[in-house]
Antibody, heavy 122, light 106 residues
């Protein structure tokens, strides 16, 4: 069965960087786009961007341009999301989520990781 | 960016009630509209995609309708396990955007 397992919670100081991993299993890793979505405490969902695990190309929402980098390692079926220049309002749960349909970027997010809490505090 | 507006932001209902949640897009998104259910401290789950297609394993009491700018999620007979927050989402164009969520409470 499809599983997305994310790395554990992080506590970072303002200005630091964080790198969250998402290890996929149960399907052909390179066939499905992966998205990153975050949720600040008590708030709604915010889409951050998408990565194509096949070629490695990524696209980010403008809000995070210059601060976020999404990468993948096909040898371990893992995608990564690195966010730099952390601020207190980056405190959130970060999710990876996989598209329902192979080779599509419809953001029909059928499978989700368990979430990774990133806390930014001095 | 396309703005997604959900209403109401919260509602109180009882088991067996019919519940309707609406989602409006700031411009036409055809049927590129998805609905998610999220329970406390859990990741969202896909309920409906392409405005009206039920994701596998989702009970038939859930249904979705609409196209263009106006969409509806209906729960025909609310069950105890349906008390949760519901989110709509578009990815007609990037950035994909979510509505603010609707919390369904007792």
């Amino acid at each position: 069965q499809v599983q997305l397992v994310q790395s554990g919670a992080e506590v970072k100081k303002p200005g630091a960087s964080v790198k969250v991993s998402c290890k996929a299993s149960g399907y052909t890793f390179t066939r499905y786009f992966m998205h990153w979505v975050r949720q600040a405490p008590g708030q709604g969902l915010e889409w951050m961007g998408i990565i194509n695990p096949s070629g490695g190309g990524a696209s980010y929402t403008q809000k995070f341009q210059g601060r976020v980098t999404m990468t993948r390692d096909t040898s371990t079926s893992t995608v990564y999301m690195e966010l730099s220049g952390l601020r207190s309002d980056d405190t959130a749960v970060y999710y990876c989520a996989r598209d329902l349909v192979a080779s599509a970027t419809l953001a029909q997010l059928a499978y989700w990781g368990q979430g990774t809490l990133v806390t930014v505090s001095s | 960016d396309i703005r997604m507006t959900q209403s109401p932001s919260s509602l109180s209902a009882s088991v067996g009630d019919r519940v309707t949640i609406t989602c409006r897009a700031s411009q036409s998104i055809s049927d590129y509209l998805n609905w998610y259910q999220q329970k406390p401290e859990k990741a969202p789950e896909l309920l409906i995609y392409a405005a009206s297609t039920l994701q596998g394993g989702v009970p038939s009491r859930f249904s979705g309708s609409g196209s263009g700018t106006d969409f509806t999620l209906t729960i025909s007979s609310l069950q105890p396990e349906d008390f949760a927050t519901y989110h709509c989402q578009q990815c007609y164009s990037t950035p994909c955007t979510f509505g603010g969520g609707t919390k369904v409470e007792i």
